[in-house]
């Protein structure tokens, strides 16, 4: 039997190509997996890095926005987040992807004026190039990604929303992320590891 050594090698080389492809950077977290480091501009003007919270328990990672009606619903919740897990070795990280060319009022400069409005005592960073989201596969404002820290790796625990109540705080029956890094914090799985984010699109550069 005669082998067919052209093909032998086309296929070696189609395998290379996509263990390379693969170990070059994966999009779309899932829960369990590993997140890659990033860096990116805060709202201070500072490089804020993923790896500057190597001695915390672990984050939330928040990409949010300025303009959205949902983000606005949200904006108190989340700093309440902050202000609660924070000390306890869960701090927020809020990330705007948004392209300020399709979306009026999330330039660099709104994000500044907003985090002094609102006292943000957490980062508020701009993903300019955008893929930072991608590689979380974050698509809505607000999108939740809370983090675990295990042996200076963070891993994904709960993606998708803050609460079941969009609109209301009060309304809200299930609070996803706090049930989520309670059960983390206690040592316990976390039940609900994925949730529909609601929110607006984010706004992608053409």
Not at 135 to 156: D, M, Q, R, Y
Request: proline share 3%; with cysteine.
């Amino acid at each position: 039997m005669l082998v067919d050594m052209k093909l032998i090698k086309n296929t070696f080389l189609f395998a290379c190509l996509v263990l390379i492809t693969a170990a070059a950077g994966k999009l779309n977290y899932g829960v369990g997996d590993t997140v890659s480091d990033f860096k990116l501009k805060n709202v201070d003007g500072k490089i804020v890095s993923l790896a500057n919270y190597k001695t915390s328990k672990g984050v939330i990672v928040i990409f949010d926005c300025n303009t959205c009606p949902y983000s606005r619903a949200y904006n108190e919740r989340i700093i309440a987040l902050n202000k609660k897990y924070a000390p306890l070795g869960y701090p927020v990280i809020t990330i705007n992807a948004n392209d300020p060319e399709q979306s009026d009022g999330d330039s660099f400069e709104e994000m500044v004026s907003l985090a002094k409005r609102k006292n943000y005592d957490f980062p508020y960073l701009v993903d300019e190039t955008q893929e930072v989201a991608k590689s979380f596969g974050a698509t809505n404002t607000p999108h939740v990604f809370v983090l675990k820290n295990e042996n200076n790796a963070f891993k994904v625990a709960y993606i998708g929303a803050i609460d079941d109540s969009p609109r209301d705080a009060s309304n809200a029956s299930k609070k996803y992320v706090e049930n989520a890094v309670d059960a983390l914090l206690a040592n316990k799985a976390v039940t609900s590891t994925k949730t529909k984010a609601i929110g607006c699109g984010i706004k992608w550069k053409d």
